[in-house]
């Protein structure tokens, strides 16, 4: 779950603690900070990404249901 990843590994790149001061950092200079846990897929380890804040932004659909349009750094845009 999430908050063991937060305390042992959040990804294959960042200590716990190295990811908390990302995240924070993301919020203070940006005023928001979005983290994203892909769907788990078998072979693949559990990971927390931080989504670049100012690439990412909230909508709703037509349904009222949350989504997350981010755009990644190849300039793919996703939905999540």
Known sequence: ???YLLTV???RWHTPL???RLRMRWLLTWGA???W???MRPGRRREL???PSNRTRP???LD???WYETTFANGQKEYL
Request: hydrophobic share 40%.
């Open 59 to 61: 909508l709703f659909d």
């Open 1 to 3: 779950n999430a908050a």
């Open 64 to 66: 009222g249901n949350l």
């Open 33 to 35: 900070s979005y983290v």
């Open 18 to 20: 190295k990811f908390k």
């Open 37 to 39: 846990q892909p769907p």
């Open 49 to 51: 990404f931080i989504l």
């Open 9 to 11: 590994s959040p990804n």
